[in-house]
């Protein structure tokens, strides 16, 4: 059962252009980007290298802001200084590598640098580390220096960072990218665990297998968004795969190869048990 969500976006993109410098004015990272973020919403925004969706991403929080067009977070302006640390309240980011992200020698030291630099009062930035280390299952670590730890580790470490904070929105910007399996099974499911709890959450990825957790997937290629829509959507469209230079989940390209085989399948499976049982049938 799908959640209820309020109708007013909480992130809004209007055609939104911007190059790193002078001379990529001709060919900008992002062109004319619109995309609107709801309450509660799980977005994974998928594409391949140099295809705008990291650029995209740190437009959403102010780390950067639009040669043209505009970023609205909650009614702020990214471009209004007045609204910089809002802005930056309400839109937490979890970056690629974790160790970019630690500064303490300890864990729950690291957790507390945020609300510590946003003066929040002692007593209370004792709460929020403590809630955000169970957060992400870290509380018995919290003695633990962040350099033993595993790399699924430091990143939940980063996250917890992030939701002491008390962020509304979380921007992950690869946050798999640099893990083993096991390590990227444990941040996937700290996001969805946050994401069930009511934090809108904005996924950059280029693993196919992790866009198919969330309720929207929104495809770039070349700066611009290409096609958007439910995951099923997307990957039941091959055509919209191939044009951005991106592969399926294996479960999905079998799908597709027995399909234009002339088996008749139903609607693009999800998962591998839904395929396993469209197959049994």
């Known amino acids: 059962m799908s959640r209820e969500r309020e109708t007013m976006a909480v992130i809004e993109a209007k055609d939104v252009t911007y190059a790193y410098t002078s001379e990529d ?49 909650k009614g702020m302006d990214t471009q209004d200084e007045r609204h910089v640390w809002d802005i ?12 970019n992200q630690l500064v303490a020698t300890v864990v729950e030291e690291d957790v507390a640098f945020g609300p510590e630099n946003l003066g929040v009062p002692p007593a209370e930035i004792r709460q929020r580390v403590d ?3 169970e957060q992400v299952n870290m509380s018995a670590f919290k003695d633990h220096a962040p350099h033993m730890l595993s790399g699924g580790q430091k990143q939940r470490v980063a996250i917890a960072g992030v939701l002491a904070m008390h962020p509304e929105i979380i921007v992950f910007d690869e946050p798999t990218a640099m893990l083993d399996p096991e390590g990227r099974e444990e941040v996937l499911a700290a996001i969805r665990d946050l994401n069930g709890k009511g934090k809108t959450i904005v996924l950059i990825t280029h693993y196919m297998e992790e866009a198919l957790l969330a309720d929207r997937v929104v495809v770039m290629t070349g700066g611009q968004i290409t ?33 234009n085989k002339g088996y008749d399948l139903g609607e693009c499976p999800l998962t591998v048990d839904e395929l396993v049982d469209k197959l049994c049938r």
């Open 131 to 133: 809630e955000a280390l």
């Open 25 to 73: 004015d001709v060919s900008p990272a992002l062109w004319n980007v619109t995309l609107s973020i709801e309450p509660g919403e799980f977005v994974a925004i998928v594409g391949h290298n140099g295809s705008g969706k990291s650029t995209l991403a740190k437009l959403l929080n102010g780390l950067y802001t639009p040669a043209s067009g505009h970023v609205v977070v």
């Open 227 to 259: 096609a958007t829509g439910t995951p099923r959507e997307i990957f039941a469209d091959e055509t919209v795969l191939k044009e951005a230079g991106l592969t399926a989940p294996p479960h999905i390209e079998l799908y597709h190869r027995l399909k």
């Open 88 to 99: 930056r309240r309400t839109v937490g980011m979890v970056f690629q590598n974790p160790d």
